[in-house]
């Protein structure tokens, strides 16, 4: 007993030594600037990044730059009627993470878990909404046409099934204007959701950090559109 008593005292310090490392790495990575591509035309491309305290989503227009989500993520896709939407969000995560955390309260030791150490596949969580001008856990942004293009084709490469035609996942949405898709890669402690904005981001021109698994190290580095 005493043994199991000094085991469990050696792997409790080892799980919290290993945390505050972790920690550390993302101070430290996140204050490191990563490469960015310069954009020199005329930044008239306009979309967010949206904070929910954890989570940054990229919220573009519907139709503009060239893309018309609609023809993408159709309103067969959801059991609401999003044809007047303006705008979308789309945030990448783990499947079963997403299927059954639908507020904080919902989170669960399991699905945390299997997220954090390769054991669950991924999703694009799509969501149809109005226009987040104003609201303060949004930033706006803007590239040129270039930038636009870029993240379109992340998207698209982020996504599983043919350009165009997203497989959606039969999981039940958190509402009626929102739906998942299988996405490719798997979530872990080192490619988080908010890794995943940072590279979208990234492409639209943006200078992120090395690395930013936290949502707050991506918010801080939007200083301006």
Same mark, same amino acid.
């Given at each position: 007993?005493?043994?199991?008593?000094?085991?469990?005292?050696?792997? /409790?310090?080892?799980?919290?030594?290993?945390?505050? $490392?972790?920690?550390?790495?993302?101070?430290?990575?996140?204050?490191?600037?990563? @490469?960015?591509?310069?954009?020199?035309?005329?930044?008239?491309?306009?979309?967010?990044?949206?904070?929910? /305290?954890?989570?940054?989503? $990229?919220?573009? +227009?519907?139709?503009?730059?060239?893309?018309?989500?609609?023809?993408?993520?159709?309103?067969?896709?959801?059991?609401?009627?999003?044809?007047?939407?303006? #705008?979308?969000?789309?945030?990448?995560?783990?499947?079963?993470?997403?299927? =059954?955390?639908?507020?904080?309260?919902?989170?669960?030791?399991? &699905?945390?878990?299997?997220?954090?150490?390769? @054991?669950?596949?991924?999703?694009? #969580? !799509? =969501?149809?909404?109005?226009?987040? @001008?104003?609201? &303060?856990?949004?930033?706006?942004?803007?590239?040129?046409?270039?930038?636009?293009?870029?993240?379109?084709?992340?998207?698209?490469?982020?996504?599983?099934?043919?350009?165009?035609?997203?497989?959606?996942? +039969?999981? &039940?949405?958190?509402?009626?204007?929102?739906?998942?898709?299988?996405?490719?890669?798997?979530?872990?402690?080192?490619? =988080?959701?908010? !890794?995943?904005?940072?590279?979208?981001?990234?492409?639209?021109?943006?200078?992120?950090?090395?690395?930013? +698994?936290?949502?707050?190290? !991506?918010?801080?580095?939007?200083?301006?559109?």
């Amino acid at each position: 007993m005493r043994l199991l008593r000094r085991w469990g005292k050696w792997a /409790g310090g080892a799980l919290i030594a290993l945390g505050l $490392i972790y920690f550390l790495a993302a101070m430290v990575l996140g204050l490191m600037p990563g @490469q960015a591509t310069s954009r020199v035309g005329p930044a008239d491309y306009r979309f967010y990044a949206c904070d929910n /305290g954890v989570h940054v989503d $990229i919220v573009l +227009p519907a139709a503009g730059g060239g893309r018309d989500w609609f023809g993408i993520f159709p309103p067969r896709d959801f059991a609401g009627d999003i044809t007047g939407a303006s #705008h979308l969000a789309l945030g990448w995560g783990a499947k079963g993470f997403f299927a =059954t955390t639908k507020e904080w309260r919902d989170i669960r030791p399991g &699905p945390v878990m299997r997220a954090l150490f390769w @054991q669950d596949s991924s999703v694009v #969580h !799509v =969501t149809y909404h109005g226009d987040p @001008q104003g609201l &303060p856990n949004c930033r706006p942004l803007a590239t040129d046409q270039a930038g636009a293009e870029a993240m379109f084709r992340y998207i698209d490469d982020s996504l599983e099934g043919s350009v165009g035609q997203p497989r959606r996942e +039969p999981l &039940p949405g958190y509402g009626a204007q929102d739906a998942f898709y299988a996405a490719k890669g798997r979530y872990s402690l080192f490619r =988080t959701c908010n !890794v995943w904005s940072a590279e979208l981001l990234r492409e639209s021109g943006r200078q992120m950090a090395l690395w930013s +698994p936290f949502s707050f190290q !991506v918010m801080g580095l939007l200083t301006s559109p």
